[in-house]
């Protein structure tokens, strides 16, 4: 960072849990060279009675193992997030940003924390745009110029399309590697070789009981693919996608 950059972020620190769970203190130009993948939730996601939002936990095909989210909106761009072929790596409530306004502390944890292909990393923070407050805003603002800081990109995502995510949330049931079956998927990646109605494909291949969670989970993998923007259904025009190599989960 530049003189002016350091004097500005000199305005943040932050806090994170490590993957031990000892919770660390860092200068905001230090954050880059911690690996916050692997860092832990810096709040817990409570479950009680009368509870406005819904908490609960999500299991990452990217990551192996459970990531937690606030709300349903969180849960739907967590499950964008996994889907995303370029990701690598995902965190959820990553980090504390702190900083003062006027002789007044403010905190700020954003919903996650995005490594991509390459190195990238964004930083999400999950809101429906209807439902951002004049404090919301500061804390993003804080948060935008933090992220700038370090290079990294930030984003505020809103409600997303019911459609997409209607199917995303449809084939991230057949994420986990146990609906893979190669022998099947083998076939299935040469019927969809040229493009077919979904179910006609599944069904050249074998009993749709079978073929079917492997479809989804060869979707799921983009190694099949189809309009996502259009209501998933047996109809739907299915082919091979370009350069498909599969990923993980």
């Known amino acids: 960072m530049s003189a002016d950059s350091l004097d500005v972020a000199s305005r943040f620190d932050v806090a994170y849990v490590d993957a031990d769970g000892v919770e660390r203190s860092v200068k905001l130009e ?129 409600t997303m399309n019911g459609v997409v995510v209607a199917n995303q949330r449809w084939l991230a049931g057949y994420r986990h590697p146990r609906c893979m079956d190669e022998a099947v998927a083998a076939q299935l990646r040469e019927v969809f070789a040229q493009p077919l109605a979904l179910m006609d494909g599944a069904e050249l291949v074998g009993d749709p009981i079978a073929t079917l969670p492997v479809l989804f989970h060869l979707m799921w993998r983009h190694e099949l693919e189809a309009d996502l923007s259009l209501v998933l259904s047996d109809r739907s025009i299915v082919k091979t996608a370009m350069g498909a190599g599969g990923r993980r989960g």
């Open 30 to 158: 230090e954050l880059s060279r911690v690996k916050l993948e692997a860092a832990r939730p810096v709040r817990s996601f409570p479950s009680y009675a009368g509870q406005r939002n819904y908490p609960g936990w999500y299991w990452s095909a990217t990551m192996g193992r459970l990531v937690g989210f606030e709300s349903w909106v969180e849960r739907d761009h967590l499950i964008a997030i996994d889907f995303d072929p370029v990701v690598t790596a995902v965190a959820s409530q990553p980090f504390w940003l702190r900083w003062s306004v006027d002789g007044r502390l403010r905190r700020h944890a954003p919903d996650f924390f995005v490594r991509v292909a390459g190195g990238g990393v964004l930083v999400l923070d999950s809101r429906p745009l209807d439902r951002i407050g004049e404090s919301d805003r500061e804390a993003f603002q804080a948060t935008q110029q933090a992220c700038d800081l370090l290079g990294w990109r930030y984003a505020v995502w809103g």
